[in-house]
């Protein structure tokens, strides 16, 4: 299986920063490549949304509500993601989980998704 460990939620005001990151691990051994990356969040009595994805290759896509605000970016060699959230809003405020898909290590390829437990992500106003 794959473990994800995201850090960095907390609560700031509203116009400041925050910066998420997630760590991928799999018990099969070092990972080799993640295809897909993501953060989610959910805000509390909604669902949980896609926030920013991020391909193997680069390629980026963002929620409306946050583009020109966060930047999602990754560093392949420590199977880590990032959620750089700038000029937040109260409405951003929510549980932001990480998730991957397509993982590979020496031995094994995962195709299913991971999530983490995510981190709370409070906007104060």
């Known amino acids: 299986q794959v473990q994800l460990v995201e850090s960095g939620g907390g609560l700031v005001q509203a116009g400041g920063s925050l910066s998420l990151s997630c760590t991928a691990s799999?018990?099969?051994?070092?990972?080799?490549?993640?295809?897909?990356m993501g953060w989610y969040r959910q805000a509390p009595g909604k669902q949980r949304e896609l926030v920013a994805h991020?391909?193997?290759?680069?390629?980026?896509d963002y929620a409306d509500s946050v583009k020109g605000r966060f930047t999602i970016s990754r560093d392949s060699a420590r199977s880590t993601v990032y959620l750089q959230m700038n000029s937040l809003k109260p409405e951003d405020t929510g549980v932001y989980s990480c998730?991957?898909?397509?993982?590979?290590?020496?031995?094994?390829?995962?195709?299913?998704?991971?999530w983490g437990k995510g981190t709370l992500v409070t906007v104060s106003s």
């Open positions: 799999a018990a099969s051994g070092s990972i080799i490549s993640i295809n897909d």
């Open positions: 991020i391909t193997g290759g680069g390629s980026t």
């Open positions: 998730n991957t898909r397509g993982v590979r290590t020496l031995f094994v390829y995962y195709g299913q998704e991971f």
